[in-house]
């Protein structure tokens, strides 16, 4: 019986590429007994066939399983009556059922990773984006109103306790963080429409509240149009930044074109007892299935699994494990010895794959 149980929904498109992947390499990470992992079914391609996004025996491993990995899931056309996308309720299920409200998402670039930011070197842009993930806009998922084909409408919803939690999550994360490349300084930024809607002024005062616990931790606000234009003119300012769902959604991808783009941005979704770990991309059907997607997004979603399980349960040796995956990537990325296509390379997944574990086993 292994140490840890991990469900994986490979999903759609890219995803069972990338997600058998990341299996590999943990497993050469972790070695045996340490991690068990346990396929299910879920996305729209099963709902093509099925009729269920997310079908109930794989919510239920989720609920009993120590983690989640997941490829990817969504393929165009395959809608609600709405207009709505099915495959994007595989996350949205299991984010507000699971009460993943913390959406970890580094923004941070590697050696060897050419920036769009000219004169922006690894090490100076370092930050996280952390996107409160169960209310916000997207508590009307399924709940907005259409009217006789003339009016829609969408709510947004914020909560004192959703606030406090996520705020909390940043303040903390930053805590353990080593500051803002810039000066060293610990800062968590407030990123909302504060000066426009009341839902984001009170966003920003159940911040203010959470930050008074936090002396250590300089609070900074920014509205959320200032802020695209500071990701690019000094993206070194940044540590934490804090957002409401749609927002975050947003600058997340934005951040994510900054360090080298959606193929090397992982993401952790986070509750005070799940969690979910994917690559921040899509399902990118138009390479699905041609081995040319890179795995990178989703093997660094994996060390953040290993790192969230290994702080959980106090395991070193999971810690340990955590620090082999990223300094496989850093060495393949950093010397070039795999360039994914999504970094101006040719290394198809496979490529990438056994670069990795390569790199792991000369670790
Ligand atoms: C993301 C995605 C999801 C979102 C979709 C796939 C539901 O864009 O995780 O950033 O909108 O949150
Ligand atoms: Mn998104």
Not at 125 to 153: C, F, K, P
Request: aromatic content about 6%.
């Amino acid at each position: 019986m292994a140490k840890y149980e991990i469900v994986t929904i490979d999903g759609d498109g890219i995803g069972p590429e990338v997600c058998q992947s990341t299996v590999e390499i943990l497993r050469a990470a972790c070695g045996a007994g340490m991690l068990s992992f346990i396929p299910c079914d879920g996305g729209a391609s099963h709902y093509l066939k099925s009729g269920s996004v997310l079908p109930e025996d794989t919510f239920e491993a989720c609920k009993a399983a120590d983690a989640i990995l997941h490829g990817a899931a969504g393929l165009p056309g395959v809608t609600y009556p709405d207009g709505t996308e099915v495959g994007n309720d595989l996350h949205l299920i299991l984010r507000f059922k699971l009460d993943l409200y913390a959406n970890m998402r580094p923004i941070r670039l590697y050696a060897g990773v050419e920036s769009p930011l000219r004169h922006w070197r690894p090490g100076q842009i370092d930050y996280v984006i952390v996107r409160e993930n169960t209310e916000g806009l997207y508590a009307s998922r399924g709940g907005g109103i259409v009217l006789r084909d003339e009016l829609a409408t969408d709510t947004i919803v914020v909560t004192r306790k959703g606030i406090e939690r996520v705020a909390r999550f940043a303040f903390e994360l930053s805590r353990r963080r080593k500051g803002a490349p810039r000066d060293g300084r610990r800062r968590v930024t407030v990123c909302d429409k504060a000066n426009i809607l009341r839902s984001y002024a009170f966003f920003r005062s159940v911040c203010d509240d959470v930050s008074g616990s936090y002396d250590d931790v300089e609070i900074d606000y920014a509205y959320a149009d200032a802020i695209t234009v500071h990701m690019l003119k000094r993206p070194d300012f940044y540590d934490v930044i804090v957002a409401e769902n749609m927002f975050g959604d947003i600058i997340s991808d934005l951040g994510a074109g900054t360090v080298g783009g959606m193929g090397v941005s992982p993401s952790a979704e986070l509750g005070d007892r799940h969690g979910l770990f994917q690559g921040a991309h899509g399902s990118a059907p138009d390479i699905a299935g041609q081995n040319a997607a890179s795995p990178v997004a989703t093997v660094l979603s994996g060390a953040l699994m290993l790192r969230w399980l290994a702080d959980k349960h106090t395991d070193a040796g999971l810690a340990a494990a955590a620090d082999r995956v990223e300094r496989a990537v850093e060495h393949v990325l950093s010397n070039k010895l795999a360039v994914p296509r999504d970094l101006g390379g040719t290394a198809s997944c496979t490529e990438m794959t056994s670069a990795i574990c390569r790199a792991l086993t000369s670790d």
